[in-house]
Every structure is written in C-alpha cells, then in structure tokens.
C-alpha cells in the first residue's frame, strides 16, 4: 500500500473507533468518511461493506488488548499493568457501542469467532497474573475467568458517560481484590 494510502485506512481506523465509542447508534459510513477528511470512496476503496469496517475496529481493538499487556508490563510493575489494562478492556467495551448491531449480526453468521476472542483476551490477562505471582503483587487464586467477568460486570453497571468515575473506582476496587495481601 502507498504511504498515503496507508495513512487514509489509518485515519478511517481511528476516526470510526472514536465515533463508535461516541454514539448511541451506528453512525453512518458517510459521516466517517466526512470526520476523517476523506471522500466515501475513499472509505469504500479500504472498507467496502460496514461489516469490513466494523471488522477492521474490532480486530485492531482486540490486538491493542493482546499485545497491550505484554507493552504494559515491560512499563510497568504487573499490578500497575493489571490496572492499565483495565481501563484499555472498558475502551474496548466502548468501542461496541456505536457498532452493536453490526457486530452482533457478524458474530451470529460466524464472520467473527468469538470464541477466539475470548481466548486471547483470557491469554493477555494470564500473561499479566502470571507476571504479577511471580512478583508476589497479585494473588495466586485469582484466574483470567475471574477478571474478565469482573470487568464485564464493571463495565456493564458502570455505562457512558457516568463510566469513567464509577468505572474507574470498581476497577481499583477490583485491583484492591486482586492484590497480593503480601504485598504492600
């Protein structure tokens, strides 16, 4: 792909990521291409079909988790990057928002293996638990299951635009839980 069309398909990526996160509905493929700068045939050319796009999010939002954990810790100490993490799985949780409808369609025809994401998800957040047993921070009981229900919950009770303050304090609670009680 040409420099400049790569930049295109990255814009429509992130222009279509924030304007999930910020509807109540799907917005339509015309009103993404007109906030990203660039004409509907533009959009079309790199996502010919809505479910390409949703597609294209989903999948891009799901490798910012995966490889988000193992960049979180070379960062951070693993509670630290335990509770990070948290915040990227509700900006993931936001991004269904506005591509709802599309998405579960996709996933009912089989065009999105859910299963799989679930699978990687629960991989990234072990990688995590894994790193914080070995340094004594997080609790050795605590599995992957645990933290994604936790999460689900969280973000479930705590929806936009009151999210960001309640589900800010369920999540420390929930890393308060996590906590290694030898641990500082």
């Avoid at 660039?38 to 490889?67: C, K, N, W």
């Avoid at 810790?73 to 799985?89: I, Q, S, T, V």
């Avoid at 506005?98 to 629960?122: K, Q």
Wanted: with cysteine; charged share 25%.
């Amino acid at each position: 792909m040409r420099a400049d069309a790569t930049r295109n398909r990255d814009q429509l990526l992130a222009v279509a990521t924030r304007m999930f996160v910020a509807a109540d509905a799907e917005p339509s493929m015309r009103a993404i291409a007109r906030e990203a700068g660039v004409g509907i045939a533009t959009l079309y050319r790199h996502f010919p079909t809505r479910e390409s796009l949703v597609d294209a999010v989903y999948r891009d939002q799901v490798a910012r988790l995966t490889t988000g954990a193992r960049e979180l810790l070379g960062e951070l100490p693993p509670a630290a990057a335990m509770r990070r993490w948290m915040d990227l799985f509700g900006d993931w949780i936001a991004t269904k928002n506005g591509m709802l409808d599309t998405l579960l369609a996709m996933i009912e025809a089989g065009e999105i293996a859910h299963a799989r994401t679930r699978t990687e998800l629960l991989a990234a957040i072990t990688t995590i638990l894994d790193a914080g047993r070995a340094a004594g921070d997080l609790r050795p009981d605590v599995t992957a299951d645990d933290i994604a229900a936790s999460l689900i919950g969280i973000f479930t009770v705590a929806p936009r635009p009151a999210r960001d303050a309640k589900a800010a304090r369920l999540c420390d609670l929930l890393l308060d839980g996590l906590t290694s009680r030898t641990s500082g």
